[in-house]
Antibody, heavy 121, light 107 residues
Framework: EVELAESGGGLVQPGGSLRLSCGAS????????MSWVRQAPGKGLEWVAN????????HYVDSVKGRFTISRDNARNSLYLQMNSLRDEDTAIYYC??????????????WGQGTMVTVSS | DIQMTQSPSSLSASVGDRVTITCRTS??????LNWYHQKPGKAPELLIH???NLQSGVPSRFSGSGSGTDFTLTISSLQPEDFATYYC?????????FGPGTKVDIK
């Protein structure tokens, strides 16, 4: 079965750091782009970052550039999001999603269950 | 960044109704548009990719159309399990952006 499972969320103070992980199973992880998408409490979806199959290309939303780093380990079938200098507005459920590219269109076809990140003093 | 709008922001409908949701983008994105729905407490699920292509396993009552800046998601006969929030998402350029959502609830 194709699955994604996030971990690493929790409560952190403003200015702190957190590293999220996402384990993949049931598909050839190294053949897919991967993305992180977040959802603040009661709000809509916001794409955060994505990374190419081999890690050679990464893109970020402006609000996290310079603070967050997306990475992957294809040998471990794992995706990561290093989050530094966290702000209150980073509080959200963070979803890992398989970023399937067909005809140049990126669609998020598999999602994890999400991990909650709360930034608060 | 490409801005997304959806209309309506919410709607009430009955089982069996035909429902149409519209998504508009701030610039032309050709057909780089996807649709998702999300039920409370759950992760989103992909319904339509590249504007009009039904995702594998999604019921045929869902359909998508449009190109350029105007797109439509149609549910031909609303079922109880379709009550959810619906989002469009563009992948024409990064940052990828989502619409604000359309909440479909029971009349």
């Amino acid at each position: 079965e194709v699955e994604l499972a996030e971990s690493g969320g929790g409560l952190v103070q403003p200015g702190g750091s957190l590293r999220l992980s996402c384990g993949a199973s049931g598909f050839t992880f190294s053949s897919y782009w991967m993305s992180w998408v977040r959802q603040a409490p009661g709000k809509g979806l916001e794409w955060v970052a994505n990374i190419k199959e081999d890690g050679s290309e990464k893109h970020y939303v402006d609000s996290v550039k310079g603070r967050f780093t997306i990475s992957r380990d294809n040998a471990r079938n794992s995706l990561y999001l290093q989050m530094n200098s966290l702000r209150d507005e980073d509080t959200a459920i963070y979803y890992c999603a398989r970023d399937r590219v067909q005809w140049l269109n990126h669609a998020f076809d598999i999602w994890g269950q999400g991990t909650m990140v709360t930034v608060s003093s | 960044d490409i801005q997304m709008t959806q209309s309506p922001s919410s709607l009430s409908a009955s089982v069996g109704d035909r429902v149409t949701i519209t998504c508009r983008t701030s610039q032309s994105i050709s057909g780089y548009l996807n649709w998702y729905h999300q039920k409370p407490g759950k992760a989103p699920e992909l319904l339509i990719h590249a504007a009009s292509n039904l995702q594998s396993g999604v019921p045929s009552r869902f359909s998508g159309s449009g190109s350029g800046t105007d797109f439509t998601l149609t549910i031909s006969s609303l079922q109880p399990e379709d009550f959810a929030t619906y989002y469009c998402q563009q992948s024409y350029s990064t940052p990828f952006t989502f619409g604000p959502g359309t909440k479909v609830d029971i009349k």
